[in-house]
């Protein structure tokens, strides 16, 4: 947990720069990590696959609690989901390729990389956050610099009115003790008329320093997964049922291991043995392929028998139930847990079984776009300087573009294009078309510079034809004029020769 839900002698420190409602503010948010911290390490933990058994004290011997077992399946929830939302670039209806330079921003920063990493610690904790800073170009900075933050070191304050963060925070310095507790070291305080950095100094102290911000918004905007009208900072993907379900899993993974130990040494036993006979070692009786057993007192042969075996199927049939259960939960395939599941009859068909995953996509990728939305636009103002986005023509235009979030195979996308373009030839010379096609953004870059180029040479080649079209009957004209030389031209009548 944070030491002090406010640092000490910030108060004191922050009253010559911030007002009495801003620091009511801060204090809000310092209050809110707090809260949240503890939650966010244990989804982060099951997550890192951190969490082992929970034992219910009941089945399992207590010389093999300690058991080393653990599943991946929280960080699947996560993951399966991630690696279906890519974003490409920013676009803009009747802009060019780089609408406001955006994408050289998103260049500059790695930022299709840096969003893939942030949107992964969204559906871990619910929201992660983005900060848009104006770069050190004497450092080698970028002009404007994207940063992603995690939930468990940023928040902010929401307001229902705007849709937008009223304020935003982020601890970028701290020390850790051995017990866990963070004591903030530094400190970036998120306000629309400023951005405020407090730093700790020696003695107790507070070094505060205030930049100011143009563009009347904080910023820090929020990356958010699964919001709600109650929960506008969204819900994680793993959530208290896939906790609890990896947890039952878990056991019964243990109870397998430990009957499987059974499972190869079948119990027997002995009627009538002489109690001598029973003074070695379990494991020789075990192991050994020949056993000597004599007759008892009374010359009788002891009977030798053995335990019907267990099965292990309830125990695999049992783990399909949580990872049934765990699927239906996360909107995956079950045999993304490890469970193939029947062979589908068509395309169709496997579309089908992934449909609820590609719903949970597009949902999240809608939140996702309006938080880049406001991100490139955030840039953009802070790069001119401004404080309202009407006064760059197209600005509020712009719109984040992310890849399908279902593949489709080349021959099914050629032939739902083709008959698209059929009806509507125009389509063709659309960049969207090749979209539809599955093609990544830097393919497309790449065919749309190729058709550029075969254009322009095209244009040439038919420029160069239509000047020597025109240069040949001035040619002709001018050999003509020269066999005269400019005398006068005889008139011939038919039937008349020249000397007549």
Same mark, same amino acid.
């Given at each position: 947990m944070i030491t002090q839900g406010v640092p000490a002698g910030f108060t004191q420190h922050a009253e010559q720069t911030l007002s009495a409602s801003e620091i009511e503010l801060v204090q809000k948010m310092m209050q809110r990590l707090d809260k949240k911290r503890a939650r966010n390490i244990i989804r982060q933990q099951y997550y890192d696959q951190k969490i082992g058994l929970k034992d219910l004290g009941i089945s399992t011997p207590p010389a093999l609690k300690n058991i080393n077992s653990v599943l991946g399946w929280p960080a699947k929830t996560v993951d399966v989901l991630a690696d279906r939302i890519k974003f490409e670039r920013f676009v803009a209806a009747g802009e060019d390729e780089d609408p406001h330079g955006l994408n050289t921003i998103v260049a500059d920063n790695d930022f299709r990389e840096t969003f893939a990493q942030t949107a992964a610690s969204a559906l871990t904790h619910s929201c992660a956050f983005i900060t848009i800073t104006q770069g050190d170009k004497s450092k080698g900075e970028p002009e404007i610099l994207l940063l992603p933050k995690s939930a468990h070191w940023a928040t902010g304050i929401w307001d229902k009115r705007t849709r937008n963060l009223k304020a935003g925070l982020s601890i970028t310095k701290a020390d850790t003790s051995n017990s866990g507790?963070? &004591?903030?070291?530094?400190? &970036?305080?998120?306000?629309?008329?400023?951005?405020? +950095?407090?730093?700790?100094?020696?003695?107790?102290?507070?070094?505060?320093? &205030?930049?100011?911000?143009? &563009?009347?918004?904080?910023? +820090?905007?929020?990356?958010?997964?699964?919001?709600?009208?109650?929960?506008?900072?969204?819900?994680?993907?793993?959530?208290?049922?896939?906790?609890?379900?990896?947890?039952?899993?878990?056991?019964?993974?243990?109870?397998?291991?430990?009957?499987?130990?059974?499972?190869?040494?079948?119990?027997?036993?002995?009627?009538?043995?002489?109690?001598?006979?029973?003074?070695?070692?379990?494991?020789?009786?075990?192991?050994?392929?020949?056993?000597? +057993?004599?007759?008892?007192?009374?010359?009788?042969?002891?009977?030798?028998?053995?335990?019907?075996?267990?099965?292990?199927?309830?125990?695999?049939?049992?783990?399909?139930?949580?990872?049934?259960?765990?699927?239906?939960?996360?909107? +995956?395939?079950?045999?993304?847990?490890?469970?193939?599941?029947?062979?589908?009859?068509?395309?169709?068909?496997?579309?089908?079984?992934?449909?609820?995953?590609r719903l949970a996509a597009d949902r999240t990728i809608r939140g996702f776009k309006s938080a880049l939305n406001s991100i490139g636009v955030t840039a953009v103002m802070l790069r001119e300087g401004i404080n309202n986005p009407s006064k760059i023509e197209g600005l509020t235009k712009i719109e984040a573009w992310f890849a399908p979030t279902v593949h489709v195979s080349d021959a099914a996308a050629a032939d739902a294009v083709l008959k698209q373009v059929q009806v509507m030839p125009w389509l063709a010379q659309s960049p969207v078309i090749l979209e539809k096609l599955g093609y990544d953004d830097s393919a497309i870059q790449r065919l749309m510079a190729d058709k550029r180029r075969a254009e322009g040479s095209s244009i040439l080649e038919a420029l160069a034809a239509t000047a020597q079209q025109q240069q040949k009957p001035k040619e002709a004209t001018t050999e003509v004029d020269n066999n005269f030389s400019g005398e006068e031209k005889p008139v011939v009548d038919a039937g008349v020769k020249p000397e007549e």
């Open positions: 507790d963070i &004591t903030p070291r530094e400190v &970036t305080v998120y306000l629309p008329d400023k951005t405020v +950095i407090m730093q700790a100094i020696a003695g107790g102290g507070w070094e505060i320093e &205030t930049i100011p911000n143009p &563009t009347g918004r904080p910023l +820090i905007v929020p990356v958010v997964c699964g919001a709600d009208l109650r929960k506008p900072f969204g819900r994680s993907r793993i959530s208290r049922a896939v906790m609890a379900l990896t947890d039952s899993a878990i056991r019964t993974v243990v109870r397998s291991e430990i009957s499987a130990e059974f499972y190869a040494s079948p119990q027997r036993y002995l009627l009538g043995a002489d109690e001598d006979a029973l003074t070695g070692s379990k494991w020789s009786a075990v192991m050994s392929k020949m056993l000597t +057993i004599s007759r008892d007192e009374d010359g009788q042969v002891p009977q030798v028998g053995q335990f019907s075996q267990m099965s292990m199927q309830p125990h695999t049939d049992q783990l399909r139930q949580w990872a049934s259960l765990l699927a239906a939960e996360s909107q +995956i395939p079950i045999d993304e847990l490890g469970f193939p599941s029947d062979n589908p009859a068509s395309d169709s068909a496997i579309q089908s079984q992934r449909d609820p995953l």
